[in-house]
């Protein structure tokens, strides 16, 4: 069949677009390999006493040593109006610390609800082009915050780099979802999330202290992201606009013909065509949709509250904790170098992804995203009793060591990427921007609460945090068993059909609202 070839222009336009999804990843990472060297430097550019900084820069020379424990260890000899001085210095360095890593989502979260309505003013293309200024002038900031104010340019630029990546975390999936063939719609779908965890692999790895994460080359490694921006901006000249943004938003029938021959690479393209003029009889009854009527209309409640609970399960699942615990895990283990074991957990991430790509169309979106949740789920409780046990026996940091790997394999086979492009699949051309930028914004809001948060939940329930996120898991999967249909090799109108069917109401609901408007 036609529909299930991948043609030389639907690979490089794809390619083309998943250049946002790794400038999204590596911005995520790039801020945490260089830390101690960027913290370091916000003391010298504040005029902290050299005395507190000796830590710091011992340990900037070689930062894939075992973190130290104490970040700014202070003397005991040190004079009281001294120790005064030095933990106000420190409450600044932290403060502007902090702010560095959490304007981007902030960033995101703003700008991630006009994602949607960008692509329908200016199209899928030049909105992508525009939004790479963003990223451009973001990456410009950074790129020459070593010789000013380091953290207010490092902050403006991780802000600005923040609008980009919300602009495209709903952009890049809606355009992926319109140009790909019902049956690759999901495998293309998934490359979204392995470009992001590729870049966030790159950017640990550039991170290291002999690449560029070091005090003479780290404002490089922050304006890096500018390369993809240009490249992507370079090759978007080449590629085919959305033929469902060309044939329903603006009616322009030849247009969308043309864009679609190039995707598929044949004239027989009557399938994609068909399909087109259902979704845009449904657009024309549909109109514009609010954010509002997603949930007052019974035709898409069901919908949006199933992609806004993909997206929390995404972010609540502990994967954020995961992480965060990885380093001091691996330490535990006797890992003389947990930064090489984190670029471990970064390349077991990219490699799911990639196994899920391959997956996704044969075992379905539904059915990976259940798998993944319900391995979680048992990672999360070794995780747990590895922790808890710790102390008793050493060899309980293994068990820790292996339900770490195996958590990050699980979450990157489903829950990882699935809820980007399903989200794409649950509606139609009308309410798809909407629908898109509010699933992108809540997964934003969740990302910044969990950034917010975490420290006091694991400060409060110590070895216990991943009981905790067994539970939330737990409710996840059991919501996605009972509500959460399978869109694999569906149209979005069959798609509809089978919330209809989850949803014994929606049916009765939709026929009298088109009663009454009839």
Same mark, same amino acid.
């Given at each position: 069949m036609t529909e299930d070839k991948i043609t030389g222009t639907l690979a490089f336009t794809v390619f083309t677009a998943v250049l946002s999804s790794f400038q999204f990843g590596y911005d995520i990472g790039v801020i945490n390999a260089p830390q101690e060297v960027l913290i370091d430097h916000y003391r010298t550019v504040l005029g902290v006493p050299l005395d507190d900084r000796r830590a710091t820069n011992s340990y900037a020379v070689n930062s894939t040593d075992t973190l130290p424990t104490v970040e700014h260890p202070v003397h005991a000899t040190t004079a009281p109006w001294a120790e005064e001085e030095t933990a106000g210095s420190d409450h600044l360095i932290t403060m502007f610390w902090s702010l560095s890593v959490s304007s981007f989502a902030v960033g995101g979260m703003i700008a991630s609800f006009f994602g949607g309505w960008l692509g329908d003013k200016l199209g899928r293309i030049k909105a992508l082009m525009s939004a790479n200024s963003l990223s451009l002038i973001g990456a410009l900031l950074m790129g020459v915050s070593k010789f000013g104010p380091s953290h207010i340019l490092i902050i403006a630029g991780?802000?600005?780099?923040?609008?980009?990546?919300?602009?495209?975390?709903?952009?890049?999936?809606?355009?992926?979802?319109?140009?790909?063939?019902t049956t690759l719609r999901g495998a293309l779908g998934t490359l979204h999330q392995l470009a992001i965890v590729t870049g966030i692999l790159i950017s640990q790895i550039a991170g290291l202290s002999f690449i560029l994460g070091n005090q003479d080359r780290w404002h490089i490694l922050l304006a890096? %992201?500018?390369?993809? @921006?240009?490249?992507?901006?370079?090759?978007?000249?080449?590629?085919?606009? %959305?033929?469902?943004?060309?044939?329903?938003?603006?009616?322009?029938?030849?247009? @969308?013909?043309? &864009?679609?021959?190039?995707?598929?690479?044949?004239?027989?393209? #009557?399938?994609?065509?068909?399909?087109?003029?259902?979704?845009?009889?449904?657009? &024309?009854?549909?109109?514009?949709?609010?954010?509002?009527?997603? !949930?007052?209309?019974? %035709?898409?409640?069901?919908?949006?509250?199933? &992609?806004?609970?993909?997206?929390?399960?995404?972010?609540? %699942?502990?994967?954020?904790?995961? !992480?965060?615990?990885?380093?001091?895990?691996?330490? #535990?283990?006797?890992?003389?170098?947990?930064?090489?074991?984190?670029?471990?957990?970064?390349?077991?991430?990219?490699? !799911? #992804?990639?196994?899920?790509?391959?997956?996704?169309?044969?075992?379905g979106r539904r059915s990976l995203f259940l798998a993944g949740m319900v391995g979680m789920f048992f990672c999360a409780i070794f995780m747990s009793v590895g922790l808890v046990l710790l102390d008793k026996f050493s060899w309980m940091s293994y068990v820790s060591m292996t339900a770490i790997f195996l958590f990050v394999s699980f979450f990157e086979i489903g829950p990882g990427p699935i809820p980007w492009f399903m989200v794409a699949e649950f509606f139609s051309q009308g309410p798809r921007p909407t629908a898109l930028a509010l699933a992108a914004f809540s997964n934003w809001v969740c990302n910044f609460i969990i950034a917010l948060c975490f420290q006091y939940i694991a400060d409060l329930c110590g070895p216990y945090v991943f009981f905790l996120f067994a539970g939330v898991v737990l409710a996840f999967t059991l919501f996605t068993f009972f509500k959460v249909p399978e869109t694999k090799g569906k149209s979005f109108e069959e798609i509809a059909a089978e919330f209809r069917k989850k949803s014994g109401s929606a049916p009765r609901a939709k026929a009298a609202l088109q009663m009454e408007l009839l």
């Open positions: 991780r802000s600005i780099s923040g609008l980009y990546c919300g602009l495209i975390s709903g952009l890049v999936p809606m355009y992926i979802g319109e140009i790909a063939p890096l %992201s500018a390369v993809p @921006a240009l490249l992507q901006c370079l090759l978007l000249l080449f590629c085919p606009e %959305s033929p469902r943004y060309l044939y329903i938003k603006l009616e322009e029938e030849v247009k @969308a013909k043309k &864009s679609l021959r190039r995707l598929r690479g044949t004239e027989d393209i #009557t399938k994609d065509i068909n399909e087109m003029k259902k979704e845009k009889e449904e657009a &024309s009854r549909e109109q514009k949709v609010s954010v509002i009527q997603l !949930f007052t209309d019974p %035709s898409y409640r069901q919908p949006i509250i199933v &992609s806004l609970m993909l997206h929390l399960a995404q972010q609540f %699942s502990g994967i954020n904790g995961i !992480f965060y615990y990885s380093t001091s895990i691996f330490q #535990t283990a006797g890992v003389s170098q947990p930064v090489y074991a984190t670029i471990g957990v970064g390349a077991i991430n990219m490699i !799911f #992804t990639a196994v899920s790509v391959l997956l996704v169309e044969k075992a």
